[in-house]
């Protein structure tokens, strides 16, 4: 299969390398922005099915979230996996207090987020160890031509997201070229400068012509993502 690099140069018309614009680090964003859309449109029975699973024990007792939803959280008795309960991160004495009716046993387990770090009591350990289950969303290189952990169904539609992002980023750019020759076309206003200006307007005007059809562009393959993300989700 094509790279993703590739696939947005077929549906842009664009050659994208590491000083165009965009470049090939700002196509990587738009494709890891892409795939994060993409995943959070799901609805959650679907987010279920790509979910990542995340052991704590005595090396890693707590996990750092980044952003990532949290799906289930078990702890290890000894036997069996029990469910943790979550709580407000302000109850954390309470549930560490065995004199407290709200105390967490191995049994009893309980979670809590604060600071954007997941704390589970008892704090988990090699024998007893607990595991998150979360919806991490994946980094998409421009060299990459697939995406683990991501819906078969939804992959068209990250290279569809970074064609419209850079052709947006490209319209830009070419722009601000345009409004160069613009205003270099002004500053040429004496009599012999006429054939520089009449050059500064045509330059300028060619590049409008080429904002023109990019947008066109744009406008269908916004269309085309939008249709494909209602479908996905519906």
């Not at 799906?71 to 302000?90: H, K, W």
């Not at 002004?186 to 947008?215: C, P, Q, R």
Request: charged residues 20%.
């Amino acid at each position: 299969m094509a790279t993703f690099e590739a696939q947005v140069e077929g549906l842009t018309g664009l050659s994208i390398d590491g000083s165009s614009a965009p470049t090939q680090t700002e196509l990587t964003q738009f494709l890891t922005d892409g795939a994060k859309e993409v995943l959070n449109a799901l609805p959650k029975t679907r987010q279920r099915l790509f979910t990542t699973s995340n052991a704590l024990n005595d090396s890693s007792p707590t996990l750092t979230l980044g952003g990532s939803e949290v799906f289930g959280v078990v702890r290890n008795d000894d036997t069996i996996n029990q469910p943790c309960r979550e709580i407000a991160p302000q109850l954390e004495g309470r549930v560490r207090d065995s004199s407290d009716m709200a105390f967490a046993t191995a049994t009893d387990p309980v979670f809590f987020i604060r600071d954007n770090i997941l704390n589970i009591i008892p704090t988990p350990t090699n024998a007893q160890s607990g595991i998150v289950q979360t919806l991490n969303y994946p980094a998409v290189a421009f060299g990459d031509s697939a995406i683990a952990k991501f819906p078969d169904d939804g992959e068209y539609l990250v290279p569809i997201y970074a064609s419209i992002k850079s052709l947006q980023n490209a319209i830009e750019s070419i722009r601000a070229l345009s409004n160069t020759q613009f205003d270099s076309a002004v500053s040429s206003n004496t009599a012999e400068d006429v054939e520089i200006a009449t050059s500064h307007l045509n330059a300028g005007n060619a590049y409008l012509n080429e904002i023109a059809s990019m947008e066109k562009q744009q406008v269908k393959l916004q269309a085309d993502y939008d249709k494909g993300l209602a479908y996905l989700v519906g």
